[in-house]
């Protein structure tokens, strides 16, 4: 069973940057890649980006594109969500999750535990 743990959430003000880590353990059969989600409150969880194990290639929701940029360390099975310009509608829980790439939560199988990402304006 995968094990994901996230950290870097916190307090920025809005244009600044965070940088959240997702280290993983165990094995990931049945999983292409790594993806972040976010859950605002009183909203649904929501896409952010996906990378792939192997070819690196990366996905991001429309309003992810130009800001934040999803990566991986193999050898240190982590991955990284580099997020900058942030604004007071990125605030949420932030989730890595292993499984095969969708925009939908339903695909993933392996969650972390969440982090807080609040952006004050």
């Known amino acids: 069973q995968v094990q994901l743990v996230e950290s870097g959430g916190g307090l920025v003000q809005a244009g600044g940057s965070l940088r959240l880590s997702c280290a993983a353990s165990?094995?990931?059969?049945?999983?292409?890649?790594m993806g972040w989600f976010r859950q605002a409150p009183g909203k649904e969880r929501e896409f952010v980006a996906h990378i792939y194990w192997n070819s690196g290639r990366t996905q991001y929701t429309d309003s992810a594109k130009d800001r934040f940029t999803i990566s991986r360390d193999n050898a240190r099975n982590t991955v990284y969500l580099q997020m900058n310009n942030l604004k007071p509608e990125d605030t949420g829980v932030y989730y890595c999750?292993?499984?095969?790439?969708?925009?939908?939560?339903?695909?993933?199988?392996?969650w972390g535990q969440g982090t807080q990402v609040t952006v004050s304006s």
């Open positions: 999750a292993a499984g095969r790439y969708s925009t939908g939560p339903a695909d993933y199988k392996f």
């Open positions: 165990g094995p990931t059969f049945g999983t292409d890649g």
